[in-house]
Nanobody, 115 residues
């Protein structure tokens, strides 16, 4: 069983920063491909950032240059550093991985960008 637990969300003003964390536990190493997704009200869930087993990175165009995904295998954690946040970044952010053919999601953490 794999568990993903997100933390670090909150309310921030436009232009501010937040760092999301995803704790990984169970029969998996955080060295697997990990991703952050987000879902805003009335919108489909979209992939925001991904870090592969080889530490290759990928981002949705709307966050390039502002968000950075990283991992710390010693802490079994994946992070999403979000800078220069905008109201359109408001969403529930989810941690995701695929292990042995099963897709795993965390419960999500709310990020609200508002003045």
């Amino acid at each position: 069983q794999v568990q993903l637990v997100e933390s670090g969300g909150g309310l921030v003003q436009p232009g501010g920063s937040l760092r999301l964390s995803c704790g990984v536990s169970g029969n998996i190493f955080s060295s697997y491909t990990m991703a952050w997704y987000r879902q805003a009200p009335g919108h489909q869930r979209e992939m925001v950032a991904l870090i592969s087993r080889g530490d290759n990175l990928a981002y949705v165009d709307s966050v390039k240059g502002r968000f950075t995904i990283s991992r710390d295998n010693t802490k079994s954690a994946v992070y999403l550093q979000m800078n220069d946040l905008a109201p359109e970044d408001t969403a529930v952010y989810y941690c995701n991985t695929v292990f042995s053919g099963t897709i795993y999601w965390g419960r999500g953490t709310q990020v609200t960008v508002s003045s």
